[in-house]
């Protein structure tokens, strides 16, 4: 699988931080990492008080979380959390119970606000990254320089090539997008980068991303369920992960998790958000995304100009990326939950492909050794509004006239004001934005549409059934004539051509020239490294699927393109 | 609050009453197209036959409006709106906010449409909508409910509902319209309610039919049920809350317009059914009865929906295609009845 496009030229980029990495906003926070914790839940106990204005509700508030957190450690414990967990609850309790029997209403206060420090500065201390120079460096050379090597032995003939530099990870990972637009903002403002989100492998993937990129590294919340596994602990650690636990839904916790993010942003540290949450169960391009994390940008943005910094230095740039592949390791977990759960969020055992650190290893070596490409799409950078904005930094409407972003924030044009309804919509809308970006930078690869079209064509054929029993057909009534797929084929082609052209998708290189190629192309690749393939040519040539739960996963890529017509 | 200017685009008669209301709280500042009608109304002081507030000052000048005024409210036939607004874009800028007064829709279709179009409920904006798309103001919002202009120069008491999804904007536009006799309501499901006062007049026109054909008012109590009924599935089908149907601007309005013969789509209806023809209606009119476009708009989409809306059907027909009003009625109540409410 050679570049075949001038789009997929490699290149070698420079640290966009001249200073290297000292000069960095996430080494300046992890220096001061205690002063940042104390300020975080300074800024958390404020926005709490606020939520929880009286001291009965205050004292509410913190028994609903002692009463949740101890459900959660009787129900879903990880290895992560810490053992005295249980403990500081029990202290906790004693201390309510204290308050509840004092008279003296100083005292009471003085009692409820030590026990919400406590709350909240133990939230924060865990939530809190460990970005470290010297395991980052490390982290770095380990994953470029070894999956180098894995990589060109895989290649190139001979013992001794595994020591030939002829390939490196940037011949598997494609990047393409407004890379140099993005590294100029790198420069000016503070970049929030919000990529799609499929499989665990994202988060080492786009850190690697964000490091040939030559940016100063970013923070991002990471699930804390990963920290579980050794191997991705200490990737995520070295890269400036801080920890979101979404076990814990209460209310002190949310509040802590968003003003670290915020501070954080407003400190000038680029962030990277899931905005889905979680990986997408479905295989679906997120359409609904969470707001809490989000609306931090959103708040930070306002901060900053409360503050007076009106210049693309302290501006926040939302770019959405998107991850593009043939294959995602857990689809077959992931969208057993999908039919199990139908969205219906709830606590599930973690239980999958990525359990043990050996597994992983398995994985990665299988990855680097067959020819499966991963690209990454970068989207331009929009203003917290979701205006574009060009290399300056500055925003435009779409008859390309000058917007001041600041002015989103006024009524006047001049008074900067604090209007938390205000900017819940603007998440609201920002998300939007970013939902219609996704679906424009998403990179269509022939694996996707060979399935999309083979799995709507199983659909068309038997439309009385529902999703379910569609799925619970037996083998011998999922094949399709090769001459009826690829006139199919070639109908959706033509529309994602039509869509490209239109500027509404993004299509690999390899989704051009003779149709016949493609589809080979695609079943060749699609989820390949699946005990059973989702899409298989047979003896007879006919096109068949040995597992439809994992046809549909890998079909829903394409979901919401409204293509479904064209496949008939 | 007297130094305050707010803006209001159109100077037709519900433009001048709600200019009006505003004047009880604000200096206005009233956009008329036509530099000689702004001449005219500063000379007579009257516009659209209502007598003018000293509050009000009026302008040909749009940049001068957005340059004034913070609030802007727009309140010209559909029609025109979008033209307007894309006049007006230029000069707007993100602090501006804007709640409109125009109950009708804009149909919006692909310059270049092949065989497989299919029209959508993407391709009917509201005027909210068309503010959104062409300007960089978002904070957006609009006034609806049983508002005739006649009688709001009146000062009987009345009342209205600001819809936005922004607290801020309802706020604001209940600070600048509200008045001892004029109550505010607010709602934050601005498609819904815009769709309520869009779709009212549709049943506005049939209730005047039924008036022409001295049919009596169990057949408007029956029309204006089922007619609810049929708004409330169109609303739903084009992005509404049912609960805003059944508000000051849906229920509300359509009580109001269906039974006043100074409603204009009711006034429309009332004319055909004492025999004139569209046209000649329509020549009789000053003012535009937002119902018509409206009908042609959603009985297109109901043709590529594959759906049947009843009595827009059968205005269609009774408009469009020359079928006589009587006809029309009949055809309505041979339809075999069915549940009587089956959506709450």
């Known amino acids: 699988m050679e570049s075949i496009s001038r789009d997929y030229v490699k290149k070698k980029y420079d640290p966009v931080v001249p200073g290297g990495i000292n000069e960095w906003p996430v080494v300046a926070l992890s220096r001061s990492r205690q002063e940042f914790i104390e300020e975080v839940a300074e800024e958390s106990i404020a926005r709490i008080k606020a939520l929880a204005s009286t001291r009965e509700a205050l004292i509410e508030e913190i028994e609903t979380t002692v009463f949740r957190e101890k459900l959660r450690i009787k129900r879903n414990p990880w290895a992560v959390d810490p053992e005295d967990d249980s403990a500081f609850l029990g202290i906790v309790q004693e201390k309510l119970l204290e308050i509840s029997q004092s008279d003296d209403d100083e005292e009471k206060n003085e009692k409820l606000d030590d026990i919400l420090k406590e709350i909240v500065l133990r939230y924060a201390d865990e939530i809190a990254g460990n970005f470290k120079k010297s395991r980052y460096r490390m982290t770095r050379s380990i994953v470029t320089f070894g999956f180098a090597r894995l990589l060109n032995a895989s290649r190139a003939r001979g013992f001794w090539s595994i020591f030939s530099t002829q390939f490196t990870l940037q011949d598997k990972i494609n990047i393409t997008g407004e890379i140099d637009q993005l590294r100029e903002l790198a420069r000016k403002g503070t970049i929030v980068m919000v990529p799609t989100h499929f499989s665990n492998l994202d988060s080492i993937l786009i850190g690697w991303v964000i490091n040939v990129l030559g940016l100063p590294a970013f923070i991002y919340g990471a699930g804390l369920n990963l920290f579980n596994i050794k191997i991705i602990s200490y990737f995520l650690n070295s890269l400036g992960a801080y920890k979101v636990d979404r076990r814990k839904k209460n209310m002190l916790y949310l509040e802590t998790l968003k003003a670290y993010s915020s501070l954080a942003i407003q400190r000038g540290c680029h962030s990277l958000f899931f905005p889905g949450g979680t990986r997408s169960r479905s295989g679906k391009i997120e359409k609904r995304l969470k707001l809490g994390l989000l609306s931090t940008a959103i708040e930070a943005q306002r901060v900053n100009y409360q503050k007076g910094k009106r210049d693309a230095l302290e501006k926040i740039f939302v770019v959405p990326v998107t991850l593009n592949y043939n294959f995602v390791l857990e689809a077959p977990s992931l969208i057993r939950q999908y039919l199990k759960l139908q969205g219906q969020e709830r606590y599930y055992v973690e239980n999958d492909e990525y359990s043990t650190s050996y597994k992983i290893f398995a994985f990665l070596v299988k990855f680097f050794t067959k020819g499966s490409d991963i690209s990454v799409s970068i989207g331009k950078a929009m203003d917290v509004l979701g205006n574009y904005v060009d290399t300056q930094g500055q925003s435009y409407d779409k008859n390309g006239r000058v917007i001041d972003t600041q002015e989103y924030f006024t009524k006047d044009g001049r008074i900067i004001s604090q209007n938390e309804q205000r900017e819940d919509e603007y998440t609201r809308m920002l998300s939007e934005r970013i939902v219609n970006e996704f679906h424009r930078i998403n990179k269509v690869f022939p694996s996707h549409l060979v399935a999309f079209t083979a799995f709507v064509l199983l659909k068309k054929k038997y439309k009385k059934l529902d999703l379910y029993n569609l799925l619970r057909l037996p083998e011998e009534d999922l094949i399709i004539p090769y001459k009826e797929f690829k006139a199919a084929f070639e109908k959706v082609l033509m529309r994602v051509h039509t869509l490209y052209n239109e500027g509404k998708v993004n299509i690999s290189p390899h989704l051009t020239g003779d149709p016949h190629q493609i589809i080979n192309q695609g079943l060749k690749n699609v989820g390949m490294y699946h005990s059973k393939r989702p899409l298989i040519k047979n003896r007879a040539g006919d096109i068949t699927t040995k597992h439809l739960n994992l046809l549909f996963y890998y079909h829903n890529r394409l979901d919401g393109y409204n293509l479904e017509k064209y496949v008939e | ?344």
Do not use: W
């Open chain 2, 1 to 344: 609050m007297s130094n305050r200017i707010v803006g209001v685009l159109g100077a037709g008669s519900f433009g001048t009453a709600v200019a009006n209301i505003l004047a009880k709280n604000a200096n206005v500042l009233v956009y008329a197209r036509n530099p000689e009608t702004v001449r005219q109304i500063q000379q007579s002081g009257t516009s659209a036959g209502q007598k003018v507030s000293d509050k009000i000052t009026f302008t040909s000048n749009l940049e001068e409006v957005a340059q004034r005024c913070n609030v802007i409210f727009p309140v010209v036939p559909s029609s025109n709106f979008k033209d307007l607004i894309v006049q007006l874009a230029p000069h707007l800028r993100p602090y501006h906010m804007m709640i409109h007064g125009t109950k009708g829709l804009h149909l919006q279709l692909p310059e270049k449409r092949g065989s497989d179009f299919v029209l959508t409920k993407d391709h009917i904006l509201t005027m909210s909508e068309i503010i959104r798309q062409e300007t960089v103001v978002v904070r957006v919002g609009c006034m609806a409910g049983p508002n005739l202009a006649s009688e709001l120069s009146t000062g009987h008491p009345a009342a209205t509902v600001i819809a936005s999804p922004f607290n801020e904007v309802i706020t604001e536009g209940t600070s600048l319209l509200r008045s001892e006799n004029f109550q505010v309501y607010g709602n934050p499901d601005l498609r819904g309610v815009e769709l309520c006062g869009v779709l009212k007049n549709i049943i506005a026109i049939a209730s005047g039919i039924l008036s022409g054909l001295n049919l009596g008012e169990n057949s408007r109590g029956l029309l204006v049920s089922r007619g609810l009924v049929e708004m409330i599935y169109l609303g739903k089908a084009l992005g509404g809350e049912i609960s805003s149907f059944i508000g000051l601007a849906g229920i509300g309005d359509l009580v109001a317009t269906t039974t006043s013969t100074s409603s204009r789509n009711f006034t429309l209806g009332y004319k055909i059914a004492k025999g004139q023809t569209l046209d000649e209606a329509l020549n009789d009119m000053t003012e535009v009865a937002e119902g018509l476009n409206t009908i042609k708009i959603i009985k297109q989409l109901a043709d590529s929906q594959g759906i049947t809306p009843l009595i827009t059907e059968t205005l269609n027909k009774i408009l469009f295609h020359g079928m006589k009003p009587e006809t029309g009625v009949n055809l309505l109540m041979r339809h075999p009845g069915n549940i009587d409410i089956d959506f709450l």
